[in-house]
């Protein structure tokens, strides 16, 4: 497992120098900002987070994005449940928790100088899901042959982790917007991987 950053780069060339499979060699991925993001939505809709269901995907960085269309507590559309809750402006909200988890390891940087602890319970969560053999579904950085006609790259999607590692890639239902992003994100990790390790081979 690659905790590293960046952690989706040095994931595709651990799986590369290593000669494994692929699904052995995973990555720390979005597995804490999927945590934070439940956290920021259970804070704004008065709900536990443990019943909120919503992912952060794609590169566990600046072009990550949160998969709202996928997003629901306890079954009702995320979108849905803010309406539910008084809150009218329901994308400018989205928004705002998007960019508070994209930018919250920045904040803790700055005041903390490191984010080692939050990152720590998560890699528990993930090694906890391969020890016990879980069949838990996070987005871990994971090998695809192709993501939205970018071939090759490996990036924070969900999967299901049990004993041998990511023993099973979800498929995501996005919408057009959410597919141009990740696709976008896709071509991000794609170029630094080309420019950073490639370029003289």
Same mark, same amino acid.
């Given at each position: 497992?690659?905790?590293?950053?960046?952690?989706?780069?040095?994931?595709?060339?651990? %799986?590369?120098?290593?000669?494994?499979?692929?699904?052995?060699?995973?990555?720390?991925?979005?597995?804490?900002?999927? &945590?934070?993001?439940?956290?920021?939505?259970?804070?704004?809709? *008065?709900?536990?987070?443990?019943?909120?269901?919503?992912?952060?995907?794609?590169?566990?960085?600046?072009?990550?994005?949160? &998969?709202?269309?996928?997003?629901?507590?306890?079954?009702?559309?995320?979108?849905?449940?803010?309406?539910?809750?008084?809150?009218? #402006?329901?994308?400018?909200?989205?928004?705002?928790?998007?960019?508070?988890?994209? #930018?919250?390891?920045?904040?803790?940087?700055?005041?903390?100088?490191?984010?080692?602890?939050?990152?720590?319970?998560?890699?528990?969560?993930?090694?906890?899901?391969?020890?016990?053999?879980?069949?838990?579904?996070?987005?871990?950085?994971?090998?695809?042959?192709? %993501?939205? *006609?970018?071939?090759?790259?490996?990036?924070?999607?969900?999967?299901?982790?049990?004993?041998?590692?990511?023993?099973?890639?979800?498929?995501?239902?996005?919408?057009?917007?959410?597919?141009?992003?990740?696709?976008?994100?896709?071509?991000?990790?794609?170029?630094?991987?080309?420019?950073?390790?490639?370029? #003289?081979?």
């Amino acid at each position: 497992m690659v905790v590293s950053n960046p952690v989706d780069v040095l994931t595709q060339v651990t %799986i590369e120098l290593s000669g494994l499979p692929h699904q052995q060699v995973i990555g720390s991925g979005t597995v804490l900002d999927s &945590a934070r993001l439940k956290f920021a939505i259970g804070q704004k809709l *008065g709900v536990d987070p443990r019943h909120v269901h919503a992912s952060v995907i794609g590169e566990h960085g600046d072009s990550e994005l949160v &998969a709202w269309s996928l997003a629901n507590v306890s079954g009702v559309s995320a979108s849905r449940f803010f309406e539910l809750r008084g809150i009218e #402006n329901v994308k400018h909200e989205q928004e705002l928790i998007e960019d508070e988890v994209r #930018n919250s390891a920045y904040e803790i940087i700055k005041r903390k100088h490191a984010t080692y602890f939050g990152i720590a319970p998560s890699v528990a969560r993930i090694c906890e899901a391969i020890v016990r053999d879980e069949k838990s579904v996070l987005t871990v950085s994971n090998w695809r042959d192709e %993501i939205e *006609g970018v071939h090759d790259v490996t990036m924070s999607l969900p999967a299901i982790i049990g004993a041998k590692g990511a023993e099973f890639r979800v498929p995501l239902e996005l919408n057009d917007d959410e597919s141009a992003r990740l696709r976008a994100s896709a071509r991000t990790l794609r170029g630094t991987l080309d420019e950073a390790f490639y370029r #003289n081979r």
